[in-house]
């Protein structure tokens, strides 16, 4: 959890003048958004992906479909995507 705090406020961090956004699925029943991030490793021989499962200031438990997490002026936010 210690990393995925790290990672995240990083992400964050580095954003500060722009919007991002990483998707994710709603975990059940934990009211979870799991986060997909890309991961890089020198020969590996393609994109990779560390997930995070990361608490949702919504019900994510009211909707098994996705969720996402924006970045906006080094504030992160968890809601359910309108698609």
């Given amino acids: 959890m210690k990393s995925a705090l790290a990672l995240l406020t990083v992400l964050a961090s580095t954003v ?15 009211n979870k958004c799991q986060l997909r991030f890309p991961k890089y490793h020198l020969g590996a021989g393609g994109p990779q992906f560390h997930f995070v499962d990361w608490p949702c200031t ?10 996402s997490y924006t ?13």
Avoid: R, W
């Fill in 71 to 83: 970045t906006d002026n080094g504030y992160i936010t968890c809601g359910l995507e309108h698609l």
């Fill in 16 to 30: 500060l003048a722009e919007k991002m956004v990483f998707h994710g699925n709603c975990v059940q029943p934990s």
């Fill in 58 to 67: 919504n019900k994510c438990t009211e909707n098994d479909g996705p969720c």
